[in-house]
């Protein structure tokens, strides 16, 4: 799970970003990624702007997406109606 500043290094390509704000310091991580959700923000936010500019999904502002998706859920962002949705969860592998 990506959840601060010095995690955005980890990402990998292709990645739906699931963060907990929206914040200019993610505009660098743009080409890297096919969507982005986060628990804080609004549609004015600078980064959903920008990324409305990209072309990129984002939903901000879903208040609990860091706790209810985890690393390697398949999820569909739709950024025109504001709705995640989970396809599939993660296989948990038992310790």
Known sequence: M???PEDLVRLKAVSILVY???SPEL????P???GLVTDFGGLLAPVATIAREHGIPAVVGTSNATESISDGDVIRVDGTNGCVRIVARAQRHAS
């Open 2 to 4: 990506i959840t601060c």
């Open 27 to 30: 505009t660098p991580i743009f």
């Open 32 to 34: 890297k990624v096919k």
């Open 20 to 22: 907990p704000f929206a």
